[in-house]
Nanobody
Framework: VQLVESGGGLVQAGGSLTLSCATSGFSFEDYAIGWFRQVPGEEREGIACISNIDGSIYYGDRVRGRFSISSDNAKNTVYLRMNNLEPDDTAVYYC?????????????????WGQGTQVTVSS
């Protein structure tokens, strides 16, 4: 099983980035894929999720309206388009997979994680 994030980098405030989470080794269509971020010393924050089971989508309050999540079943890849980035968006971004989950399910287990990609937003 692999989840590989890419697309992070350094961007100025107001700019955009698109993160990719390329997956392999499991039945992509049976999982929800979520994006999380973490700043050293702070709690991990769930920011967006898409269920490949029913297409349901969740956004965290801090990113709703600026970030957009999408899924390409042909490529087993989930994308996170991040617009109007702010310095507070600086973090390591991770994707994770949860089997059998649709948005609204609680609690749930996160079965697989990627290694993370750094996003740095300069002011």
């Amino acid at each position: 099983v692999q989840l590989v994030e890419s697309g992070g980098g350094l961007v100025q405030a107001g700019g955009s980035l698109t993160l990719s989470c390329a997956t392999s080794g499991f039945s992509f269509e049976d999982y929800a894929i979520g994006w999380f971020r973490q700043v050293p010393g702070e709690e991990r924050e769930g920011i967006a999720c898409i269920s490949n089971i029913d297409g349901s989508i969740y956004y965290g309050d801090r990113v709703r309206g600026r970030f957009s999540i999408s899924s390409d079943n042909a490529k087993n890849t989930v994308y996170l388009r991040m617009n109007n980035l702010e310095p507070d968006d600086t973090a390591v971004y991770y994707c994770a997979a949860a089997w059998g989950v649709v948005v609204g399910d609680s609690p749930y287990d996160l079965d697989y994680w990627g290694q993370g990609t750094q996003v740095t937003v300069s002011s």
